[in-house]
């Protein structure tokens, strides 16, 4: 044989050898996936997430029982505010009393909303109200389709009690004796404009519509973004209280000197509250932009709700203990929301593009503290709005930095009260 053909012949077993050894390298590589996919979605089913399910089409029944819930408090009653000044005198946090205690100022809205549901969503089951005992003066107790629910009722540790933190009572709703599976919830300050169905809130397909504001939590102090934290990365500027020391990343280190960089974070409970949540979200999914949705009703489903308290626990029931807001709490709605965007279950079209569409959604009328009439004109403007746009919400939220007398209160009140009364003019049969 030549020295020419023996060349050609090991020429074509080296190329043979090649060839089979980069099958070989292919089909270990597909293995290895395939054994770590197997093992992630083992993982994913202990903590309740079936991935054969979450992203297909499951078909939503849009005339199922839905009820809804409100959380609603009397910030005008004595005992109440008692209670509160007590609980902030205890914690020496006299120096926030006027912003605590005008959060809790009760312009008579729920009322308002009431008939706002019986107008425009008749087909919803029962309207919980939950509260810290207090019953409205106007309610009628005994409709079939209101229930009072009382914290004592909902929060599975009553030590917790009693509690003026909004966070707090949120996380327990789920618990609520009779809720429907799937519920929404809504403050008592949000008031429906036009007719809303189920279809309004999730597709038959088992998609949610949430829309999104291009508000997002970006910095945990000046020189460190919260996507920095708990991304496995030891980062000294994210060792501050504000970024939670770096979370997980930095256990064991020593923190360097405090830099003087968490500015005003500690007195955003809020938003805060909301960067907790997307550090414990970083470690789950992974660090990334999470955009917050916008303030209005959202549909619930208790099971995933469930779901997510068998994840957290610990984090769930240190929020349930908290008596005022505090930054340390999970956002309830948020890390709801993003577990929902994370597995696949938010209907593309509700996505960040549409998210900034100001026409014929949702009216905002904000109550600070301006003149007399000042806030007449603001609400002349408002009623203007809802007549031209046509929204699905009404939205009346407040922002009173400065302590107020109960003249200057009453008079908001009855300000409120003649522009929501011409808003809805009748009756609900809720209403003795």
Wanted: with cysteine; aromatic share 10%.
């Amino acid at each position: 044989m030549s020295l020419q053909k023996m060349l050609l012949n090991w020429t074509g077993v080296y190329v043979f050898i090649l060839i089979a050894c980069l099958i070989l390298s292919v089909y270990i590589h597909f293995v290895e996936d395939w054994n770590a996919l197997d093992a992630y979605n083992e993982q994913l089913l202990k903590e309740g997430i079936n991935t054969d399910t979450m992203h297909s089409n499951v078909e939503v029944d849009l005339n199922e029982d839905v009820d809804v819930v409100f959380t609603w408090v009397n910030g005008s009653d004595p005992e109440f505010n008692s209670k509160l000044h007590a609980h902030l005198s205890s914690i020496n946090r006299h120096n926030t009393e006027v912003m605590e205690l005008n959060r809790y100022f009760d312009v008579g809205t729920l009322k308002y909303c009431l008939r706002s549901i019986e107008l425009y969503a008749s087909w919803i089951r029962n309207i919980f109200i939950v509260t810290n005992g207090q019953v409205p003066s106007w309610l009628r107790k005994k409709h079939p389709k209101v229930i009072i629910v009382t914290h004592r009722e909902i929060f599975a540790n009553k030590s917790h009690l009693p509690t003026f933190a909004s966070p707090a009572i949120e996380s327990n709703l789920y618990r609520i004796p009779g809720l429907s599976k799937r519920f929404i919830y809504m403050n008592d300050n949000i008031m429906l404009t036009s007719q809303i169905q189920l279809s309004n809130f999730i597709t038959i397909a088992g998609k949610y519509k949430i829309k999104f504001m291009s508000e997002r939590p970006f910095m945990c102090n000046k020189l460190c973004e919260v996507d920095r934290v708990n991304n496995g990365l030891c980062d000294q500027d994210c060792m501050t209280e504000s970024c939670e020391m770096d979370g997980d990343d930095c256990l064991g280190k020593t923190p360097p000197k405090y830099p003087g960089t968490d500015g005003a974070f500690m007195f955003d409970s809020w938003m805060g509250s909301v960067m907790h949540t997307h550090f414990l979200l970083n470690k789950w999914f992974g660090p990334k932009d999470r955009y917050i949705a916008e303030h209005g009703a959202h549909l619930f489903d208790r099971t995933i709700i469930n779901m997510l308290h068998k994840r957290y626990p610990k984090e769930f029931e240190m929020t349930s203990s908290h008596k005022t807001r505090h930054h340390n709490s999970i956002q309830f709605q948020f890390m709801f929301i993003q577990y929902l965007k994370e597995t696949g279950r938010i209907d593309a079209a509700t996505e960040m593009k549409n998210a900034r569409n100001k026409c014929c959604h949702k009216v905002k009328l904000l109550l600070d503290n301006r003149s007399h009439e000042s806030r007449k004109k603001q609400i002349e403007i408002c009623e203007l709005e809802i007549k031209l746009k046509k929204p699905t919400y009404l939205v009346v939220s407040n922002s009173f930095s400065m302590a107020m007398s109960d003249e200057r209160k009453q008079m908001i009140v009855n300000d409120v009260e003649e522009f929501l009364d011409h808003l809805y003019p009748e009756k609900s049969s809720f209403e003795k």
